[in-house]
């Protein structure tokens, strides 16, 4: 479950990114959230995963109200959410395969979990030939299952897609967006930011359109829709 109750977010800067954002999220929801750049979307991720810490308001994510959440105890937050993000950010000197276990690695699992659990991820993400291939080798959406392969391996409740398709074909992008909806499927909440009008309006799942740091519309089964006419 996640929840923002009267959230604000202003930067040291004075710029004020979010104000008094409510929103509620269920546990086994997929959730497009919509907005123009500058809307507060990326804003709203990193109080999720803690990246920035909210000025004021309420957020409770999984069970954890982080307003009690000390420096130490962030990892642990990072842990049960994952993160796919536009341009892969995958290591390059690294095989497919080392690029998944390498999340748990920095996590400090035990190599016998990493051998059993980097062979399942990657045949989940349809890339179980793949594993001894380098990311320079691979296509931009054979990347982005690899990113989100590495964001699944440590089970996460959350998945947080961050404009996943941006960057590719419309093929790819399509596929990209049938496994986000596998993985829901298979009970892990899924937030997804997109510009893609068509992505959204064909998904018919829960959007919610964000604007100048507010949640303007809120919808089931919505539409892409800005202020504008966009």
Do not use: C
Not at 174 to 194: A, F, P, Q, S
């Amino acid at each position: 479950m996640i929840l923002f109750d009267r959230v604000t977010k202003v930067y040291p800067n004075q710029q004020v990114a979010l104000s008094g954002l409510n929103l509620h999220i269920q546990p086994k929801e997929f959730v497009t959230i919509v907005g123009s750049s500058g809307a507060g979307k990326s804003t709203l991720i990193k109080l999720m995963t803690r990246e920035e810490a909210h000025t004021s308001g309420k957020i409770i994510v999984g069970g954890l109200d982080y307003d009690t959440i000390k420096p130490r105890d962030v990892p642990l937050v990072r842990r049960r959410i994952g993160v796919v993000f536009q341009d892969f950010k995958l290591l390059q000197n690294r095989r497919v395969g080392e690029n998944v276990a390498f999340a748990l690695e920095v996590s400090g699992a035990p190599r016998r979990e990493i051998k059993r659990a980097v062979p399942k991820m990657l045949q989940l993400v349809g890339l179980a030939s793949k594993e001894d291939r380098f990311p320079q080798e691979l296509s931009g959406g054979e990347r982005q299952r690899v990113a989100i392969a590495r964001a699944l391996i440590r089970q996460p409740k959350i998945l947080i897609a961050d404009e996943p398709t941006g960057n590719l074909d419309p093929k790819n992008a399509w596929e990209i967006i049938e496994l986000l909806l596998k993985i829901n499927r298979y009970g892990t909440t899924v937030l997804l930011t997109t510009h893609n009008k068509e992505i959204v309006n064909a998904l018919k799942r829960r959007v919610i359109t964000i604007n100048r740091g507010k949640i303007i519309k809120d919808e089931e089964q919505g539409r892409y829709s800005l202020e504008g006419g966009k």
